[in-house]
């Protein structure tokens, strides 16, 4: 039958990936996967969001982070799986919410790599002002990539590419040289700027930990909803999302049971300190006369103009030398000069284990049969390789629509983050439904981390806002259809002629749909009344609401008994969907601004609570899968 011949497919690859990974290793992947671009570009966007509160934006997502991450740790040393992410909803709630997580979580995955070309090349054009305007030009406020500069985002691209190709052990190697590099050069800086540069006045002063001439102000968010606001909208959980490198490449380490809890944990407790002590450098040492463009009308203290001021295509570049130069030091001119070295090794590296994230990404929604058996194919070094050209291809579409960092950083952040509310329903629903699988880490109070760590998915989804997260779901909904055109008539037997119909008609509704938003909700002229856009979206809603809930209901009424069961588990899904989706877009981070009837923090904890509701209602709705009996079978030596 199709479905056992993907399963066959599917186990016989992963028995053939190379377990060449060590513990150093391991730990390395996520640390090199964290400290990317994030480290060149996170501190300033931060600081121009949040201002001196900031460091906080950056101790609190990591600690969010840390309980995600703790979740992984279980099920990653309990099924170590390449490609794990994308496979554990489908290990504890069947295709349905299996591919909608996994799709998203692809989404992003396929992004960062072009994310981490455009920051290389972002920092090369601060190098003098003919670089800055061959490779970079600024448009609304933004530096993005010009032709040229794109090119050359493309070029790095291919670079990556072929040092994946030619097998794990060759990227493990690559990476953990590079990230040694990667850790030594912003620990530097940071002492550097701490000891030289550090101005306590930053803190105290301009507003002082929550000023109010920051980005978000217009639309009502300051203070502590700022700072808040800042942890996925300016890259500092992108930063962190490193860590789940070690569950993606698990199928390939040579002890995944004992090391991969142990790489996530190192990863993500380096980082938040690295990270922490970088931010407070940044703003410790912001000289506000070349910071900002004064020229223009700026005063200092306005941390909203660090966006788009001198530094913003090279934060720490522009700091560092700036500080030698009004000082007299060369040796931090030439460190400055280092810095441009480092803003292509770091991003690179980033760039380079995240092309083989998104291949292993395709591998595993493809060893779930969502997409055809050849993203299994392994190439001479035992690498998918249909799967790492998909890669490389999609890498360079994402370069075209989001040709800069600072565009793209939120996306990816909450695309990624969305898909981490597995982390722990995956972890307790197994708790239910496999007592009797093999785990190596076994985490202490899993009761308490596990609903904890679904609560951070959702607060960091939240306060993203309804904007970002409008265009995540829209994106989302075009890869939907996919389920219905081609899983569902495949593996639950749905009539051919009726899945094509359901998924042409989602996705021609989607598109519709989300143009209407984009009319009357997310680009209305200053002054449209407020009960307009409350009615714009009241209409858009009904109609998402109809894209999300007509055709699972009747593919549920139509598929078989098993399509039956693995739809009636992702309901829970599409409910998280449409709640969070309200709460977004009348709480104090949505377009209704001080308007909004759901003001901070009563919004935040209404999201909590939705959180909570949600993560039993997935616990409940978990099931024991035949992909979980088998591996079951496997750890008992079973045929």
């Known amino acids: 039958m199709a479905e056992e011949g993907t399963k ?8 053939l990936l190379r377990k060449e990974l060590t513990l150093l290793d391991m730990s390395f992947l996520g640390l090199g996967a964290i400290i990317g671009s994030g480290w060149l570009f996170a501190s300033l966007a931060a600081a121009s969001v949040a201002g001196p509160s900031a460091v906080l934006a950056w101790i609190i997502g990591g600690i969010l982070i840390m309980f995600v991450g703790l979740a992984y740790a279980e099920l990653g040393s309990a099924i170590p799986r390449t490609g794990g992410i994308v496979r554990y909803p489908h290990y504890t709630h069947g295709s349905y919410a299996g591919y909608i997580l996994g799709f998203l979580y692809l989404l992003s995955a396929m992004t960062v790599p072009a994310i981490e070309a455009e920051a290389a090349i972002t920092y090369i054009s601060s190098i003098n002002s003919y670089m800055g305007s061959l490779l970079t030009t600024t448009a609304d406020g933004v530096t993005i990539l010009t032709l040229p500069g794109i090119g050359l985002a493309t070029l790095l691209l291919i670079v990556f590419f072929f040092i994946n190709y030619f097998g794990i052990k060759v990227l493990g190697k690559t990476n953990t040289g590079i990230t ?12 550097l700027l701490l000891a030289i540069g550090f101005n306590i ?6 507003g002082g930990l929550f000023p109010s001439l920051v980005s978000g102000a217009s639309s009502g968010i300051i203070g502590p909803s700022a700072m808040l606001y800042a942890i996925p909208s300016t890259g500092i959980v992108f930063a962190y999302l490193g860590f789940r490198q070690p569950v993606e490449f698990a199928g390939e380490a040579k002890d995944p049971q004992r090391d991969v809890p142990r790489a996530i944990v190192i990863a993500l407790l380096l980082a938040i300190i690295i990270y922490t002590l970088l931010q407070v450098s940044f703003i410790g040492a912001i000289n506000w006369q070349y910071a900002i463009n004064i020229s223009k009308g700026y005063v200092p203290g306005n941390w909203s103009a660090l966006s788009s001021g001198p530094w913003s295509s090279g934060p720490f570049y522009g700091e560092i030398t700036t500080l030698g130069s009004t000082l007299g030091i060369a040796g931090l001119i030439y460190w400055g000069y280092l810095l441009l070295v480092d803003a292509i090794i770091s991003p690179s590296g980033t760039g380079l284990i995240y092309i083989g994230t998104t291949t292993r990404t395709f591998y595993g929604i493809a060893a779930d049969g969502y997409f055809p058996k050849f993203f299994l194919k392994l190439n001479k070094h035992r690498i998918p390789i249909w799967s790492i050209v998909a890669s490389l291809v999609l890498g360079f579409i994402f370069l075209l629509p989001f040709p800069s960092w600072y565009l793209l ?4 952040s909450l695309a990624t983050v969305f898909t981490y509310i597995m982390g722990g329903i995956g972890l307790q629903t197994l708790r239910k439904t496999a007592p009797d699988l093999k785990r190596r880490v076994k985490l202490s109070g899993a009761s308490i981390i596990a609903p904890i760590a679904t609560i951070a998915a959702i607060l960091i989804v939240y306060w993203a806002g309804f904007t970002t997260l409008y265009y995540v779901l829209t994106a989302l909904f075009v890869g939907v259809p996919l389920f219905w055109m081609y899983y569902a008539i495949r593996e639950l037997k749905l009539n051919s002629v009726v899945g094509i119909v359901l998924g042409v008609a989602q996705l021609i509704f989607n598109i519709l749909l989300a143009y209407f938003a984009y009319i009357n909700i997310l680009t209305v002229p200053p002054g449209t009344p407020i009960s307009d856009i409350i009615s714009s979206f009241v209409l858009y809603f009904l109609g998402f609401l109809g894209i999300l809930v007509v055709p699972s209901l009747i593919g549920y009424a139509l598929a078989n008994g098993k399509g039956k069961q693995y739809i009636r588990s992702g309901f ?20 209704l601004g001080t308007s909004a009837p759901i003001s901070f923090p009563w919004d935040t904890i209404a999201a909590a609570i939705v959180g909570l509701i949600f993560h039993y209602a997935a616990v409940y709705s978990g099931f024991r899968t035949d992909e979980i009996e088998e591996i079951v079978r496997e750890q008992l030596g079973e045929k």
């Open 8 to 15: 066959v497919s599917a186990q016989q690859s992963d028995k």
């Open 180 to 191: 040694f590099w990667k850790l030594i050069v912003p620990t530097i800086t940071f002492i």
């Open 201 to 206: 006045k930053n803190f105290t002063s301009y």
């Open 409 to 412: 950083v939120g996306f990816i």
């Open 572 to 591: 829970w899904l599409i409910g998280l969907i449409l709640v969070i989706y309200i709460i977004s877009f009348f709480g104090g981070f949505g377009p």
